[in-house]
Each structure stands twice: as structure tokens, then as C-alpha cells.
């Protein structure tokens, strides 16, 4: 399983919750003030997901405000980028002299290495998000457009903001399907959600040098495929066409990828039916459905994909999925801090 910490205020005796609480916030974030008007009894919940260098973190937690100050910073900066998706309670973040209040279905942003002012509050009800933690140089070809996210309102609701909401939901909800060598698969994934946003949210294009605008480009193009995998259609030309861009320029975005467009597709397809076909919850959905889903209408093809791909045919790896004794299965593990 990908390697998660678990913390529970119910675990620690009453009078040390905040405390503790705000040691976690420290570790995790940045050295920070805090203060609460519930800090007697403070009740909070986190599940600390490590997909590689980025961390992303389902928080549950009572109202509280925090600080990170000037002081603060040149005590210790970690230099993170984090964001969060509020998903209950209200946000309010005042940095660079600009205040902003997030809702529900907002992203709000911080950088570790600017002084911040956060009052997260929800009544009597805890607030909830969803965080996102990572270098900020794992983002360092959009420059400075990237400090031009910190105070700005950005949807979950809609857009490149929607997906990245929805595939976080998603990834901290079935971590049980994930390996542990799926966890730096994961985080790359959620950088090329985020850098989508970026260049979507600040039309950073024309903020961007060229090898920047183009390595944008390819993770808007990586986006906008994994969300129509399942559409068999799905080629170059409909890609380039979707994209405004002609089909030899997008062969020659991926010249300096990996693989080929076609290849990638092909990859992201197979990847995808080959967790379906090890999902217990699908065993008795016919392996040509799953097929079809992935964006292989015909069942022939996809086996001598599969085949070619993984050394066996689908039908084998889900019959070895199916066995009691997994022989690439991950040790689970689960901490709590200490």
C-alpha cells in the first residue's frame, strides 16, 4: 500500500491534542503559531498520504487560526508549495496584503517561504480539506507564475480545478488498490494536474519561456487523454485538433517524452484495465467490458495488447490476482506518529 501516517486526537489524552496537533502541522507544513478557541479539547483527524515527494493529506480538524511569520520563516523554510481543497467549513488566508476567503469546492494556495495569515473556521462543525504538500522546485519551469496562484480564488468545481479536485478525492479514498511502486506514479500525475491548473488559472503561456510553454503544453495534452481514455476515438489528430495544434507539432511535443503519443495512450489504456481486472470488486465484470471501457472496443486487439504488454494474457493476470497469495503484492503499512 502506498505509505501513510494516521493521526486521531482520540489517541492522545485531551490536554496534549492541540499541542500534538500543532507539532504535525509543523512537521508537515512549516513552522507555524497556532491558536484555537477549542485547544483544551481539540479534536482533529489527518491521514498523510506519500505518493513520492508530494504528500497529500485529508484533514479533518475544529477551528483554529495560524500564522507564518517573517520570524518563523528565517527560522526554517522547507520551501513547499501547498494547496488545499476545502471541502467543508470556510478558509480565510491574508498573504502579500491581500485577503481571500475560500469555500467549499475552492483551492486556496501557500508558500512556505511568505509570511501568512489563515483563519479556517466551520461553527460547531469541523472543517475539512483535502492538502496537497511539494517542493516548490518540482514546479520550477513556470517561474514566479507560480507565486501569482498565492490569493487567488481558484474552482474545484470546474476545469483543470475540477479534475484535480476529483483525482484527489479519488486517490485518498482507494488507497487500498495502490501499490507502494504506485506512489511516485501518483504524485506525477498530481503535478501534471497542477501544473495544467497553472497554466490554465494565469494563461501562463505567455509567462513562460519556450521549453516551458512546451513541457505545459505536453502535461495539458497527458490531462486532457487521461480523462478520455475510455473514449475509442481518442488519437493524435483528435488530440491536436482538441488542442489547436496541428498533429505533426504534437509528435513533436512528444520527441522529448518517453514514449510517442500513441505509445503513451496505449500505455495509460492498458495500465488502466490491468487495475481493473486485479479490482476484487470487478471479478465478475467480463474482461471484454473492461476492455471496452479503457478504449478497446475490440476484445482481440486488447489481448494481444495486453499480451505484448505484461507477458501474459488478461485473463492469466486476473486469475493471479485472484489467488490467495499475491507474489508482487506490498507490504501494508500504516503509522501513527509518535
Not at 507539432?249 to 492498458?270: D, G, M, N
Amino acid at each position: 500500500m502506498v505509505r501513510e501516517t494516521v493521526f486521531r486526537s482520540e489517541d492522545v489524552p485531551a490536554a496534549d491534542r492541540f499541542d500534538y496537533w500543532r507539532e504535525l502541522m509543523i512537521q508537515t507544513l512549516a513552522p507555524l503559531d497556532m491558536s484555537s478557541d477549542h485547544a483544551d479539547d481539540f479534536q482533529a483527524s489527518m491521514r498523510l498520504l506519500e505518493f513520492g515527494a508530494v504528500h497529500v493529506s485529508p484533514q479533518t480538524f475544529q477551528s483554529m487560526r495560524f500564522h507564518r511569520t517573517p520570524e518563523l520563516i528565517r527560522q526554517s523554510d522547507p520551501g513547499l508549495f501547498h494547496m488545499s481543497l476545502v471541502t467543508r467549513g470556510t478558509v480565510g488566508i491574508v498573504q502579500r496584503g491581500q485577503e481571500t476567503t475560500y469555500n467549499p469546492g475552492d483551492l486556496c494556495v501557500v508558500g512556505s517561504s511568505r509570511p501568512f495569515d489563515c483563519l479556517a473556521a466551520s461553527g460547531r462543525r469541523a472543517v475539512e480539506t483535502v492538502a496537497v504538500a511539494f517542493p516548490t522546485e518540482m514546479l520550477a519551469s513556470a517561474g514566479n507564475a507560480v507565486d501569482k496562484l498565492i490569493g487567488h480564488p481558484i474552482s474545484g468545481r470546474e476545469g483543470f480545478g475540477a479534475l484535480l479536485a476529483q483525482f484527489l478525492t479519488r486517490i485518498t479514498t482507494d488507497t487500498g488498490f495502490f501499490t507502494s511502486c504506485d506512489g511516485p506514479r501518483l504524485g506525477v500525475i498530481v503535478l501534471d494536474l497542477l501544473s495544467g491548473l497553472l497554466a490554465h488559472v494565469l494563461e501562463a503561456e505567455k509567462l513562460l519561456t519556450p521549453e516551458s510553454h512546451r513541457r505545459t503544453l505536453v502535461l495539458r495534452i497527458r490531462a486532457f487523454v487521461r480523462s478520455h481514455l475510455h473514449d475509442p476515438q481518442l488519437t493524435p489528430r483528435s488530440i491536436a485538433a482538441a488542442h489547436n495544434i496541428s498533429t505533426s507539432y504534437l509528435h513533436r511535443l512528444f520527441q522529448h517524452e518517453q514514449e510517442t503519443i500513441a505509445a503513451w495512450i496505449r500505455h495509460q489504456r492498458l495500465d488502466h484495465a490491468r487495475r481493473d481486472l486485479a479490482d476484487p470488486a470487478l471479478r465478475t465484470t467480463p474482461i471484454h467490458v473492461i476492455a471496452a471501457r479503457w478504449g478497446f472496443p475490440r476484445a482481440a486487439d486488447f489481448t494481444r495488447a495486453f499480451r505484448a504488454a505484461y507477458g501474459m494474457p488478461p485473463s492469466d493476470h486476473r486469475h493471479h490476482a485472484d489467488a490467495p497469495v499475491r507474489v508482487d503484492a506490498s507490504p501494508s503499512r500504516s503509522r501513527t506518529p509518535r
